[in-house]
């Protein structure tokens, strides 16, 4: 099997006929570091669909191919290897996970991250993730406040989300997770305005794994609770999952559409982002992929050149 060395991959971009080659997450299949030096990827993945989009405000002229690799470790471990590579145009994106609060060194030079915990957080971020909602509901003869019902949901349950954010961050400080990647709909119940987030039964789950752990706080990194943002250090799945749940409801309740997808509402929410964030460019979430893009050694001279 054909195996790719360092230096073919620094001019692997050429072989493509590209600008760059970007490595992101996601994807069908999960590959390790090998694997992605044998060629092996995913060709779609909803990694990519973001990243595009950030490419396409803050580096537009560039040609550039995307490749997904499925795993977080395998990005980051390809941006190692990548890492102090003269003009290399290789260019590897992650979410960011809890890596601003634990393993000091974890982030490396190279690899783009997202602003929140996941793309997910980014795009929650925004109220414009109601949009879809707001047009149906204008659309009915009796008219309802489907987008205020949306941001009452979603504000009341801070305190819910943040309890079971703060679970979630010390079990990583033990090597396991609350939030379960395949289960992440678990802590969501209710319907209609009654939505809540279920950090009753969270808390429950937490003990029980807790106990089964040498528990320490020093190891739970517990003294960087005070700085998490239960809307942008949470799991992004988790948080995505409770959007379209409340989406979901207040469709069912306020607009004469019986069932929505949660793939084609994960996308207008993207496109929604997308148009905000193209839009204000005071945003945090702006300037924190502006920064990025500066900062790079080789997409800072792409970036300079789109001004």
Same mark, same amino acid.
């Given at each position: ?106 982030? $490396? ?8 915990? &996941? ?5 929650? &971020? ?95 990194? &517990? ?36 069932? $929505? ?36 050694? $080789? ?9």
């Amino acid at each position: 099997m054909f195996t790719r060395t360092v230096n073919g991959l620094i001019n692997f971009n050429k072989f493509l006929n590209v600008d760059f080659v970007i490595f992101v997450e996601g994807g069908d299949t999960t590959y390790n570091i090998d694997d992605a030096l044998n060629g092996k990827y995913n060709e779609e993945s909803i990694d990519i669909k973001f990243w595009e989009e950030i490419f396409s405000i803050f580096s537009p002229t560039a040609k550039i191919e995307f490749r997904a690799l499925g795993s977080c470790y395998a990005v980051r471990s390809l941006a190692k290897l990548m890492k102090n590579q003269e003009d290399c145009r290789i260019i590897c994106a992650t979410d960011r996970d809890y890596s601003t609060y634990f393993w000091d060194g974890y982030d $490396v030079d190279g690899c783009l991250i997202t602003w929140g915990y &996941s793309w997910e957080n980014d795009v929650c &971020s925004s109220d414009k993730i109601w949009g879809m909602l707001k047009y149906f509901s204008n659309k009915q003869k009796t008219k309802v406040s489907a987008n205020e019902d949306a941001l009452y949901i979603i504000d009341k349950q801070c305190r819910s989300l943040r309890k079971i954010m703060i679970m979630d961050y010390i079990l990583l400080g033990l090597g396991d997770h609350l939030i379960q990647r395949n289960k992440t709909r678990k802590y969501i119940k209710g319907q209609g305005l009654e939505i809540y987030c279920d950090s009753q039964s969270a808390l429950q789950d937490y003990k029980r794994i807790k106990n089964r752990k040498k528990f320490s706080l020093a190891n739970s990194k &517990s003294f960087q609770i005070k700085a998490l943002n239960e809307k942008k250090d949470i799991c992004g799945h988790f948080l995505m999952d409770l959007y379209f749940f409340v989406f979901f409801n207040l469709m069912k309740r306020s607009t004469a559409i019986p069932t $929505v997808r949660k793939d084609h509402f994960v996308f207008e929410a993207i496109k929604n982002f997308f148009d905000h964030l193209k839009g204000d460019k005071t945003l945090d979430i702006y300037n924190h992929y502006k920064i990025q893009f500066e900062k790079h050694k $080789v997409l800072e001279k792409w970036v300079a050149s789109a001004k």
